[in-house]
C-alpha cells in the first residue's frame, strides 16, 4: 500500500519529445507537489496544488504542464524536452496546507528522467 | 525568499563517531523540519521543531532548534552504517505556502 506512487520509476528519451510523469496519493491529502532534484542534490519545488487548484508555480520553464484531475492526483507533463531537464523529479503530498505548523510531506519514490 | 544555509555539505565518519549538521537562517524562522534520504530513495520526514530552544530525540538522534529559532542541529550519536545518506533541513517562512529545503549533508559511514 504505497502511500505516494509515481510512474514511471525510469524515463530515457531524446531531446525534442513530450514526456509525463504520473502521480498518486493515497493519503487523502488535500495537497500535492512537485519537486526535481538535480544531480547535487539540491531539491527544489516546482509546483503545488491545493484541492485541485495551483497554489505554487516557481520559476519554471512553461514547457512543464502540472495537471490535477482530482486532489489524489498530480501529473507533470513536460514539453519538448530538454538535456537541462535530466534530474529526479519527486512527487510528495501533505495533509493540509493551512495547518499551523505545516505538516510534514511524503514523497514519492520518484522519477529518474534521463534526456539523451 | 527565505533561504536557509546547511553546512557541511559532506561528512565521512567512522563507525561509532557523533555526527552533527547544522542549519542557519538570517531571517525567525517559524518551525524547521527534518528530512533523511537514503541513496537511491526518497526524502522521508524526521521531525519537526516549532518552539524556540526545543530539543528532540528519537533514539540516537537529537534535534535542536535555537532560541532565536534561526538555527537548528541535527546530532547523531555513535553512528552506524545505516545511518547513510542525505541529511536535509526544510524551511517555511510565516504565511508562506513554500517549503525550501537546505543543500542537505551527505554522511557516509566506514564500517
Known amino acids: 500500500d504505497t502511500a505516494v506512487s509515481q510512474t514511471p520509476k525510469y524515463l530515457v528519451t531524446q531531446m525534442g519529445n513530450d514526456k509525463s510523469i504520473k502521480c498518486e496519493q493515497n493519503l487523502g491529502h488535500d495537497t500535492m507537489y512537485w519537486y526535481k532534484q538535480d544531480s547535487k542534490k539540491f531539491l527544489k519545488i516546482m509546483f503545488s496544488?491545493?484541492?485541485?487548484?495551483?497554489?505554487i508555480n516557481e520559476t519554471v520553464p512553461n514547457r512543464f504542464s502540472p495537471k490535477s484531475p482530482d486532489k489524489a492526483h498530480l501529473n507533470l507533463h513536460i514539453n519538448s524536452l530538454e538535456l537541462g531537464d535530466s534530474a529526479v523529479y519527486f512527487c510528495?503530498?501533505?495533509?493540509?496546507?493551512?495547518?499551523?505548523?505545516?505538516?510534514?510531506?511524503?514523497f514519492g519514490p520518484g522519477t529518474r528522467l534521463t534526456v539523451t | 525568499g527565505q533561504q536557509v544555509m546547511q553546512i557541511p555539505q559532506y561528512q565521512h565518519v567512522q563507525e561509532g563517531e557523533d555526527f552533527t549538521t547544522y542549519c542557519n537562517s538570517s531571517?525567525?524562522?517559524?518551525?524547521i523540519q527534518w528530512y533523511k534520504q537514503r541513496p537511491g530513495g526518497h526524502p522521508v520526514f524526521l521531525i519537526q521543531l516549532v518552539k524556540s530552544g526545543e530539543v528532540k530525540k528519537q533514539k540516537r538522534l537529537t534535534f535542536q532548534f535555537g532560541e532565536a529559532k534561526k538555527n537548528s542541529s541535527l546530532h547523531i550519536t555513535a553512528t552506524q552504517t545505516t545511518d547513510v545518506g542525505t541529511y536535509f533541513c526544510a524551511v517555511t517562512q510565516g504565511g508562506s505556502e513554500k517549503l525550501v529545503f537546505g543543500k542537505g549533508t551527505k554522511l557516509t559511514v566506514n564500517p
Open positions: 531571517t525567525t524562522l517559524s518551525n
Open positions: 496544488y491545493n484541492n485541485k487548484e495551483l497554489i
Open positions: 510528495a503530498s501533505s495533509q493540509d496546507l493551512s495547518a499551523v505548523p505545516r505538516g510534514e510531506q511524503y
